[in-house]
């Protein structure tokens, strides 16, 4: 079965200061990977995924994903926060048998970024 | 590319009246459609899958006859709220994907509040 785990629920940093947002996850199957952003009452939008390609991800804005398989581990950093990068962050695992697809959600970590 | 609309992005109606949400892929064809429920401060939770022409799959402890699901065309799926009621006040969010696509687009969310 698959689960994913945020670790922090909330997140602060000073704006031009880096952004480390934690997620891990357990799969069965060889995992593809994702994180996504939320602004306040809106969709969410893909910042980058992981599907066995290259272990490190660029995403858009600046952000990027380790994919470390022997901790498990799918951290979103940014190297400088942006005020606009205020807003909850969702990392997911997908069930990656043919037809199925699912994504399993973790709980998010809302960010904010301090002036 | 890759987007996703929803319409309304906001209604309001009285106890007992039925709501439809619209789901539409703009720029590509979406053969497998996703019905989501967020409450306030929490994560994304999957309501049912629909795939074109078929009928939608649905999670545990979703009323089938309630949350009405139609995915007529590639390009379109609806959610009909029946008979709603203050407690299917939510945030109301699609998702699609592709011909074999793993990854999900999600619309910018329709708000429901029954009063």
């Known amino acids: 079965a698959q689960s994913v785990t945020q670790l922090d629920s909330h997140v602060s940093v000073s704006e031009g200061t880096p952004v480390l947002l934690r997620c891990n996850y357990s799969?069965?199957?060889?995992?593809?990977l994702f994180w996504y952003v939320q602004h306040p009452n809106k969709g969410l939008q893909l910042l980058l995924k992981?599907?066995?390609?290259?272990?490190l991800v660029k995403g858009i804005n600046g952000f990027e994903a380790e994919f470390k398989k022997s901790e498990t581990s799918f951290h979103l950093t940014k190297p400088s926060a942006h005020m606009s990068d205020a807003a909850e962050y969702f990392c997911?695992?997908?069930?990656?048998?043919?037809?199925?697809?699912?994504?399993?959600f973790g709980t998010g970590t809302r960010l904010k970024v301090l002036a | 590319g890759a987007v996703v609309s929803q319409h309304p992005s906001r209604v309001i109606c009285k106890s007992g009246t039925s709501v439809k949400i619209e789901c539409r892929s703009l720029?590509?064809?979406?053969?497998?459609m996703f019905w989501y429920r967020q409450f306030p401060k929490q994560s994304l939770m999957l309501m049912a899958t629909?795939?074109?022409?078929?009928?939608?799959?649905?999670e545990q402890g979703v009323e089938k006859d309630k949350f009405l699901i139609n995915h007529a065309s590639l390009t379109l799926s609806t959610l009909t709220v029946t008979s709603a009621h203050p407690e299917d006040s939510s945030f109301y969010i699609c998702?699609?994907?592709?011909?074999?696509?793993?990854?999900?687009?999600f619309g910018p969310g329709t708000r429901l509040l029954v009063l």
């Open positions: 720029d590509f064809q979406a053969t497998t």
């Open positions: 629909s795939n074109e022409g078929s009928k939608a799959t649905y």
């Open positions: 992981y599907t066995s390609a290259a272990t």
């Open positions: 997911v695992v997908s069930d990656p048998r043919p037809g199925t697809y699912k994504y399993i």
């Open positions: 998702s699609a994907s592709d011909r074999g696509g793993e990854t999900q687009y």
């Open positions: 799969s069965s199957y060889s995992p593809s």
